[in-house]
């Protein structure tokens, strides 16, 4: 598989332009919600549905993989686990919704996250989704071992975002219910995983399709790479955001080497402006395209391209001198800004007078093994959230077309300052910390937004805080390291200092 990364602002998806007459996403608590039933019909009426929150997926792959979270769902989730019931007889569990009225919707959509371990050949067991269309239940989606492809291990598996036309089924339907229905074919089998059911008629028109670039310009030549660490190379993209009373729930970006544009990959993304991380190469026409997606549709977008600069580089770059801080120095961090506090500015003198494209080591080990690193960094740039009384040491590899040249290991040690909780007002707290995936935040104030941003002080998440369920914060897409969760209540902001696992 090809790397390809995205660097964009994360932000969740709602529901906003659509009518929605059931939404469950079992964050009030690792219990049945209210008005659902939960009956096994098969041979041990105690076999039922549990809920759990583990971020894993919970078959097929070693625990600790986070995939759950990651791929299909997030927080609390519902969870048939048949592999913990053992031999006891041939399950059939019926997860039911509460009746939510269809009488006024003419188009009905069902959307679902999950994983289902479906089997491995011998213990197999299949999840059949069903609407009840006023009379009588029908089948809208089956994952077993009879829809769903072996991988090259002979096991059957999926997971991610599903989201079925029920217009025919509950269209008018004043009584209408689902219900997600696990079926062990064998005595032992594995499970299945389902988050964030919502049904829905969507409100919005058709989003405006894309149709220009602003950035690269279309058939653009000469367009820069920022080159980076093992390939980690830099283009950044831009399109016109949508207009206004046109509403888009998100975009689909493709890229390629064909004028198909998308046989590298597609990406789903939250706003209109990227980072690309990819192994791009110089003197190559690449072609991207944009497509727009909201609840009724997608709007397929103009193809672009765009070619890369020649690289005319014959050797890899100077190494860098004259560090800011100086080597060996002892210096007070900047508190100067509460929103970026403990800060450093780091900069260096490029032999070459030019800027080049940069990667940042940052540790306490003069090893720097377990270094922070920070790709494509700029000369001058801020990094905050730094200790008091610590010595830190730090290199710059610079990087060209033609390879990188590591400069030599600098060191600093910082001295006492007053650090955040004693400028804070004290009005949450987070837990648990370190984090993995699920962060939760305490306090008595009415949160109004909650964002997190990194130690280059890059917002990397934003969430309203009328749409934070429970007060949480899932912060499992994230990469390990140091953060800052600024939560705002009233006039009031308190900046919160987590730890990334």
């Not at 993209?237 to 207009?243: D, G």
């Not at 080049?356 to 000369?379: E, M, R």
Request: glycine content about 6%.
């Amino acid at each position: 598989m090809k790397k390809i990364t995205l660097m964009a602002l994360f932000v969740a998806f709602f529901n906003i332009n659509a009518q929605v007459v059931l939404s469950e996403d079992f964050e009030a608590s690792l219990s049945l919600p209210t008005g659902w039933t939960n009956i096994n019909a098969g041979a041990d009426p105690n076999e039922i549905w549990t809920f759990s929150n583990s971020p894993d997926f919970q078959f097929f792959f070693a625990a600790g993989n986070g995939y759950f979270h990651q791929f299909a769902g997030s927080g609390n989730y519902a969870f048939f686990n048949s592999d913990f019931y053992q031999e006891n007889g041939l399950e059939n569990v019926s997860l039911t919704s509460p009746v939510f009225d269809c009488s006024n919707l003419t188009d009905v959509t069902l959307d679902y996250n999950h994983f289902i371990a479906a089997g491995d050949g011998t213990y197999n067991g299949a999840a059949h989704v069903e609407v009840f269309n006023g009379s009588t239940w029908v089948e809208v989606s089956q994952h077993s071992p009879s829809t769903i492809a072996a991988d090259a291990g002979g096991l059957f598996w999926d997971y991610g975002s599903v989201s079925l036309d029920v217009s025919s089924q509950l269209a008018g339907v004043s009584n209408a219910q689902v219900r997600f229905r696990y079926q062990a074919i064998s005595d032992w089998a594995y499970g299945w995983q389902v988050d964030d059911i919502v049904v829905k008629q969507c409100t919005a028109s058709a989003p405006v399709a894309v149709t220009s670039p602003t950035l690269p310009t279309d058939t653009a030549t000469g367009v820069e790479i920022s080159y980076g660490l093992d390939n980690d190379n830099i283009i950044n993209f831009e399109w016109p955001s949508a207009p206004e009373g046109n509403e888009v729930d998100s975009y689909t970006f493709n890229i390629g080497v064909t004028p198909n544009g998308n046989d590298i990959g597609s990406l789903s993304v939250d706003n209109n402006l990227v980072n690309l991380i990819y192994a791009w190469t110089a003197n190559t026409t690449y072609y991207w395209s944009i497509d727009s997606v909201n609840c009724s549709g997608t709007s397929v977008g103009t193809v672009f391209s765009f070619t890369t600069a020649a690289c005319t580089a014959f050797s890899a770059p100077p190494a860098v001198i004259t560090p800011t801080p100086t080597n060996n120095a002892t210096i007070a961090l900047d508190n100067s800004d509460p929103e970026t506090p403990n800060a450093v500015v780091f900069s260096w003198v490029d032999p070459e007078s030019t800027e080049g494209s940069y990667v940042l080591y940052l540790d306490t080990d003069p090893t720097l093994i377990t270094a922070q690193t920070f790709n494509n960094f700029g000369n001058g740039t801020t990094i905050f959230g730094l200790l008091d009384n610590t010595t830190y040491y730090w290199k710059i590899e610079s990087y060209n077309c033609f390879g990188f040249t590591s400069s030599v290991t600098w060191s600093f040690t910082t001295s006492t300052t007053a650090g955040i909780n004693d400028t804070n007002q004290n009005l949450f707290s987070v837990f648990p910390n370190p984090v993995k995936d699920i962060l939760n935040i305490k306090g008595n104030g009415l949160i109004d937004n909650v964002e997190v941003i990194n130690q280059l002080g890059q917002r990397v998440l934003s969430i309203n805080g009328s749409l934070l369920a429970n007060n949480q914060v899932n912060l499992s897409k994230l990469n390990t390291g140091i953060y800052f969760v600024k939560v705002k209540s009233a006039s009031k902001t308190e900046i919160l200092q987590v730890i990334k696992q």
